[in-house]
């Protein structure tokens, strides 16, 4: 039995739906599928129940942008409790700001002279989480950039003319409100962050596990953070990444993670919630 557990569907920066992601996932004989959009968990209700119509089991999940003395860096909550009040007054946030960057980004490009408007990236974005994938889409729709690679290169990457920095909640805070909602708390990606010496505070802030499988990680990085993960006993999960067609080739099926790793994650939930649970009854 193998897992995908970090996708994105069209509730943040994917292009599919959260139906069309258990479908491809199917295809790929995935039997576990954790939904973990951007700074949100609407897409987790839909995703739940088309999973449960393919028998393939579901983790509710979210990827926060977070940072750490400056560093951006991924944190994805797993087995969130998706109707936690703070936690989506936190992610109402999240999207706000976001959608106030988009506005900016746009401001950016007209400076350049190109005239997008902040209604065509919306209306490509149509969800509460948009990004700079859906500006790019829209770059590419509007014949501004022949490719999303491009609008990426020319505009949107760090220090481009159009980026816009966000703000970001900070690591430790984000890895307390994800306990608080009942969550694990786990970091994307490490390879590409190249933030190996954020880990040990992050370890001392509460961090759970290190997605040690992921598309981007050449075998030798996963070697690195399965070394790294034994070291400060930290959980083993991965996924693909995948957001649908947006680089051309959906990425779904590149990461098969065994099924002892959910289990494990399954069983840090139980304890993280068995000791958020004493916590509130004692208050
Ligand atoms: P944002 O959250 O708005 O800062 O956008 C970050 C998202 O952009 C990430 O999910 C990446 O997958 C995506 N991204 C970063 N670089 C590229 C690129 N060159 N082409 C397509 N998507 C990208
Ligand atoms: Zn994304
Ligand atoms: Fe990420
Ligand atoms: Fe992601």
Known sequence: MFADLHLHSNFSDGTYTPEEVAM???RHDLRVLSLTDHDTVEGCERMSAACEKRGIEFVPGSELTAELNQNELHLIGYFLDTEHAELLEAMAKFQNVRQNRIHEMVARLNKLSIPLCPEAVFEI???RSPGRPHVGRALVQ???CKTLDEAFERFLKKHRPAWVPKFKISATDAIALIHRAGGVAVMAHPGLNRSDDLIPELAEAGLDGLEC???KHPPSTVEHYLELAEQYEFLVTGGSDCH????GKPL??????PYQHVRDLKQRADEIRRKYDQVSDRA
């Open 24 to 26: 491809h996932a199917q």
């Open 213 to 215: 499988y992921h598309t």
């Open 142 to 144: 509007a014949g501004f």
């Open 125 to 127: 974005a149509n969800c």
């Open 244 to 247: 649908g067609m947006n680089k």
């Open 252 to 257: 779904i099926g590149t990461i098969k993670l």
